[in-house]
């Protein structure tokens, strides 16, 4: 029997509720396709993505940006948000997680600025300096890590200091990290574009977060100032 999708999903919904009859397995099972066929499909408005855009550009004041799109757009798909987004003056730029996401998006033709949001190997890094993504430096040997990078690829790169400012989950430890920002503001051939922080999104302990992020953020002439993280930073 040839079914739709919609159908299909229509049948379900229409499907009388489990009794110990076992009425409703009975159903799905009258009604549904050969499984090794079935694609599950996702339906996403773009009119949508853009007015969330524009009500956050608002609620930041103008503030720019960074659509953080890991994990496949959170699965509304990577380069189909990306490709919406990046029409959208809102959006300064975008952030991923992994290496393949950052490249998919060069791949695909998106040309605002890539943050890439976790570590990478030497030949990834080269291929990042390579394609000008946005790297992250958020460990102790940042610096190291993107002077052979630089040196493989033999350009220069951007760079986004990552504060951890008490989410513990990445980045420098705030109480840890003038030392390493001063190695990183010495580099040759590395642009620093921001720095980021996490905010854990509880009112009171995001001002304690603010308010440890800014000795570091003021720890070198070569920091610039901060500008928008992966959730929030500094206002």
């Known amino acids: ?38 694609e599950p ?11 969330n855009a524009a009500v956050l ?4 004041r103008g503030r720019p940006l960074t659509a953080v799109i890991k994990n ?12 919406v ?11 991923v997680v992994k290496v393949q996401e950052a490249v998919a998006l060069r791949d695909a033709g998106i040309r605002k600025p890539v943050l890439l949001l976790a570590l990478f190997t030497d030949a990834e890094g ?23 990078a630089v040196f493989g690829a033999n350009r220069s790169a951007k760079g986004q200091y990552y504060i951890d400012t008490g989410m513990s989950r990445m980045g420098l430890p705030y109480h840890r990290a003038v030392p390493v920002l001063r190695e990183l503001a010495r580099l040759p051939r590395v642009e620093v574009v921001g720095t980021l922080t996490e905010l854990a ?3 009171d302990f ?3 977060q603010v308010r440890r992020c800014a000795p570091a953020s003021r720890s070198s002439a070569a920091i610039p100032p901060t500008t928008a993280g992966k959730k929030a930073s500094p206002r």
């Open 206 to 208: 995001d001002s304690e």
């Open 57 to 60: 550009s608002r609620l930041a």
């Open 41 to 51: 499909w996702i339906e996403v408005d773009p009119r949508a993505l853009r007015a």
């Open 85 to 95: 987004l990046d029409a959208a003056p809102e959006v300064s730029g975008f952030g």
């Open 201 to 203: 999104e509880e009112r």
């Open 72 to 83: 496949n757009g959170y699965g509304l798909g990577l380069v189909e948000v990306a490709r």
């Open 1 to 38: 029997m040839s079914l739709s999708r919609r159908t299909f999903v229509a049948s379900v919904a229409a499907a009388p509720l489990a009794t110990g009859d076992g009425s409703l397995l009975a159903s799905l099972r009258r009604f549904a396709p050969d499984p090794e066929r079935l």
């Open 126 to 148: 080269m291929e990042l300096v390579r394609r000008d993504i946005t790297l992250s430096l958020c460990v102790p040997d940042a610096a190291a890590r993107v002077a052979r």
